[in-house]
């Protein structure tokens, strides 16, 4: 694997500077055990957030780690939202406030699940990603989602969706640009739900994909544009870095500079802000994902860069208010 990007200037520094610039809460990283998954743990998370920005807390995505192997099946993934309210109680800063967990919310039981992910999660718990993603060429992409098909559709799944609502807890999802239609139409059955798209629908240019950005776009466009007027949608901007995002730099000889990030990859930011608005786009990291191609500094800085003309109340909602209400951090 790719060794992480590291920073290039001393942590020290960028601590002791961090506290005076703009405030960000970060509403997608993952976590695991120390030398499991990505072998990305509460220490690796504090060094980056602590690298050059000012990041107020975070909230965890669900990413399989630390699951319950003694428990039925069902309530296994509330081993992972018990594992991570310890790592964050056992943070002084407390650094991760909010977690958004793991359930199939096709169970005729899903209260039970999610009454014990409340528990688990000690005040945290926020909502939970079934996610839709489905790979058509599985073999080419570095994180294959499996999901059924028509999951969308499924009667059992939507009534899950919208339990949640009843709740008031959130659902995100991650899937391909190609199912954007179909997290379209599920947000539209479950219109009481606050949905939350992740990572852009996550555009593709590896296998079938590879080198068909430019054909992608305007496709991806009008999709974009049809989810933005779902009111119960907003979109977690951030997570194009990936492999599977057909960039390269996972495998580059140096990792993209904050201007680089931006000159290709801007036009798919501003696309989402333009369509959602700034007060329903929240940037994200997709840490330690995006961590293959560049810095967690590098991320931030680039950030900032892509919104400089935006309004400073603007701004704020990007980078800290919409993550603030939605996830109630």
Not at 166 to 178: A, I, K, P, V
Not at 233 to 238: D, F, N, S
Not at 247 to 265: C, K, Y
Request: some cysteine.
């Amino acid at each position: 694997m790719t060794k992480p990007v590291t920073g290039h200037h001393s942590r020290s520094f960028h601590h002791r500077h961090a506290r005076y610039g703009r405030v960000i809460i970060d509403p997608h990283h993952h976590l695991w055990r120390p030398g499991a998954g990505l072998d990305y743990g509460l220490d690796q998370l504090k060094a980056d957030v602590n690298d050059g920005h000012r990041i107020e807390c975070t909230v965890f995505m669900e990413c399989g780690s630390a699951y319950d192997v003694s428990a039925p099946p069902h309530l296994a993934p509330v081993g992972e939202t018990e594992f991570i309210a310890g790592e964050s109680l056992r943070d002084p800063d407390r650094t991760i406030r909010g977690i958004v967990s793991h359930a199939d919310l096709t169970l005729p039981n899903l209260d039970e699940v999610l009454d014990a992910h409340a528990e688990a999660g000690r005040g945290m718990f926020r909502g939970i990603r079934d996610a839709l993603s489905r790979a058509d060429d599985p073999a080419s992409l570095t994180i294959p989602g499996r999901a059924a098909p028509g999951k969308f559709r499924d009667p059992a799944f939507v009534r899950g969706v919208r339990r949640l609502g009843e709740r008031g807890l959130t659902y995100d999802s991650w899937h391909y640009h190609h199912q954007n239609r179909e997290f379209l139409e599920l947000a539209r059955a479950a219109e009481g739900t606050q949905m939350v798209l992740d990572h852009f629908g996550t555009p593709l240019g590896v296998g079938a994909w590879a080198g068909r950005h430019d054909e992608i776009f305007p496709g991806w466009c009008a999709d974009i544009e049809a989810i933005a007027a779902c009111p119960n949608v907003v979109a977690k901007i951030g997570g194009l870095a990936m492999p599977d995002n057909g960039f390269g730099w996972h495998t580059a000889q140096r990792p993209p500079t904050s201007d680089e990030f931006v000159a290709a990859q801007a036009r798919w930011y501003l696309h989402v802000i333009e369509a959602f608005g700034p007060d329903r786009c929240m940037f994200e990291s997709n840490f330690p994902v995006d961590r293959l191609s560049l810095s967690y500094r590098t991320f931030w800085n680039a950030a900032k860069k892509m919104v400089a003309s935006f309004s400073e109340s603007e701004k704020d909602a990007m980078f800290r208010g919409t993550a603030a209400r939605v996830y109630s951090v």
